[in-house]
């Protein structure tokens, strides 16, 4: 069965400090990554996807990821947290066609940042 | 340009009761799927329209239906209300055939309690 798996379920940093948030996914075929963040309030906002390609993907607000297929992760990264980095952050794998996206979201992961 | 919008933010029900939830996409998509967040997890995918047929069907039992109109806009019905169906219900939009190019959009969701 697909499925993602985020083992942290809250994360907390200083300011400034680097970031990596874990996913693991299970899928039998090539998958299509994403990472979102969810500010309180808020909807989804995406920060970065993999399709195809170069495995580090470069995404907004300073995030990247790398898409590891011996390890069946994406991870999530950030060299120096900023107090605005504050939400919760999901993992996200397609089964994706062609045509539109249909999407399996981890847990989440809430991420604190220490003043 | 107005991205995804749902109404309303927040909605009280009691079991037994049905709600109608409603959405209308970025403009210029054309796709409209729906997900599921209860409190603590990640979204889960509860269906998909396009071209006003519903496309993609998650895990989820007939008393969810939906409908979508002319102008992409969709709405998401609830018969027979369950206290498990408290949720925050968020919609997406993105364009179909261009998923490799586009990105999907999330709202800000509704927030439904059923008391």
């Known amino acids: 069965a697909q499925s993602v798996t985020q083992p942290d379920i809250h994360i907390t940093v200083s300011e400034g400090a680097s970031l990596e948030l874990r996913c693991n996914y299970s899928y039998g075929a090539t998958p299509y990554l994403f990472w979102y963040v969810q500010s309180p309030g808020q909807g989804l906002q995406l920060l970065l996807k993999?399709?195809?390609?170069?495995?580090l993907v470069q995404g907004i607000k300073g995030f990247e990821a790398e898409f590891k297929r011996s390890q069946s992760s994406f991870n999530l990264r950030k060299p120096s947290v900023h107090w605005s980095d504050a939400a919760e952050y999901f993992c996200?794998?397609?089964?994706?066609?062609?045509?539109?996206?249909?999407?399996?979201f981890g847990s989440g992961t809430r991420l604190l940042v220490r003043p | 340009d107005a991205g995804v919008t749902q109404s309303p933010t927040h909605l009280i029900k009691t079991r037994g009761q049905q709600v109608t939830l409603r959405c209308s996409p970025k403009?210029?998509?054309?796709?409209v799927s729906w997900y599921q967040q209860a409190l603590g997890q990640g979204p889960q995918f509860i269906f998909q329209y396009y071209e006003e047929e519903e496309r993609q069907r998650g895990n989820f039992p007939d008393r969810f239906s939906g409908h979508q109109f002319p102008n992409y806009s969709s709405e998401l019905n609830v018969n027979a209300l369950l206290l498990g169906d408290s949720a925050l219900y968020l919609c997406?939009?993105?364009?179909?055939?261009?998923?490799?190019?586009?990105?999907?959009?999330f709202g800000p969701g509704t927030r439904l309690t059923v008391l």
């Open positions: 403009s210029g998509h054309d796709t």
């Open positions: 996200a794998v397609g089964p994706l066609m062609d045509s539109s996206y249909k999407l399996i």
């Open positions: 993999y399709f195809s390609g170069d495995t």
């Open positions: 997406a939009s993105s364009l179909w055939g261009q998923t490799s190019l586009d990105t999907q959009y």
